[in-house]
C-alpha cells in the first residue's frame, strides 16, 4: 500500500462549490504539507502542519483551508471554488530532523468550471 | 524574495550520455538541497539531497554539486536511460523559521531518446 494517499484522484466541480481533499499518510509522520502544481509553475506550498496542533499558512494560502484530524490525515477546502483554482494538488509528509525529505502523495487533478 | 530557479527548463539527451540539469537559487541562508523527480501522472520522487556543508554527494548513476559561492545546484545523471525522462525539481530548505519547509524551482523536462 502507498505511504501518502489522496483522494479523490480526479475531480470536476463547478464555481461557487465547496470542495475537500483529503489526504492520509502511513509512514507515522509529524509534519504535512499541501501543495498546487500549475504548468511551468512548479510546487507551491498552500499550508502546512508540524503536529496535530500546529497549522501554517504557505505562500498561496488565500482561497483554501484545512484541517488536521489526526496525526495520519491531513484535509484541504476550497470553500468556494474558482476556475483559476484548477490545478494539480499534492500533500506531502515528511518526519522532521535530520532528514527534510518529503514523501508525495500520487495527486489530485482538480477542474473548476 | 527567496526563490529557488531552474536555468534551461527544457533537456533533450540521447540515450548513454551523461545529463546535467542546473539549478540556481537566491537564499544564501539556506542549508539543505534536495532533487525531486516527477514522472508524468505522478507525485514527486526523491533522488538524492545535500547539505550545505558539503559541495558534492553521490547516489546511484546520480550526483549532486553544489557551489555556494555562486548559489548553484546541479544534478547529474550517468549514463542517462529512457526510464530517467521526467520532470526535475530542486528545492531548498533555508532553516530558521522555515525549518522544515522546501521551497521548489520551476522543473525541467528532461527527454532521454532511444
Known amino acids: 500500500d502507498a505511504d501518502v494517499t489522496q483522494t479523490p484522484r480526479n475531480r470536476i466541480t463547478k464555481t461557487g462549490k465547496r470542495i475537500m481533499l483529503e489526504c492520509s499518510q502511513t509512514k507515522g509522520h509529524d509534519r504535512m504539507y499541501w501543495y498546487r502544481q500549475d504548468p511551468g509553475l512548479g510546487l507551491r506550498l498552500i499550508y502546512y502542519?508540524?503536529?496535530?496542533?500546529?497549522?501554517n499558512k504557505g505562500e498561496i494560502s488565500d482561497g483554501y483551508s484545512v484541517s488536521r484530524q489526526a496525526q495520519a490525515k491531513f484535509s484541504l477546502s476550497l470553500e468556494s471554488a474558482i476556475p483559476n483554482q484548477t490545478a494539480l494538488y499534492f500533500c506531502a509528509t515528511s518526519g522532521g530532523a535530520p532528514s527534510y525529505e518529503q514523501y508525495f502523495g500520487p495527486g489530485t487533478r482538480l477542474t473548476v468550471t | 524574495g527567496e526563490s529557488v530557479g531552474l536555468h534551461l527548463p527544457t533537456l533533450s539527451v540521447q540515450e548513454g550520455d551523461n545529463s546535467i540539469i542546473n539549478c540556481a537559487y537566491s537564499?544564501?541562508?539556506?542549508?539543505?538541497f534536495i532533487w525531486y523527480k516527477q514522472e508524468s501522472g505522478k507525485g514527486p520522487q526523491f533522488i538524492i539531497d545535500?547539505?550545505?556543508?558539503?559541495d558534492k554527494r553521490q547516489g546511484q548513476r546520480v550526483t549532486v554539486l553544489l557551489n555556494k559561492t555562486v548559489k548553484h545546484l546541479s544534478l547529474q545523471i550517468a549514463a542517462t536511460q529512457p526510464g530517467d525522462s521526467a520532470v526535475y525539481f530542486c528545492a531548498e530548505n533555508a532553516g530558521g523559521t522555515s525549518y522544515g519547509k522546501l521551497t521548489f524551482g520551476q522543473g525541467t523536462i528532461l527527454t532521454v531518446h532511444p
Open positions: 502542519s508540524f503536529d496535530v496542533k500546529d497549522i
Open positions: 537564499n544564501s541562508a539556506s542549508d539543505y
Open positions: 545535500i547539505r550545505s556543508n558539503m
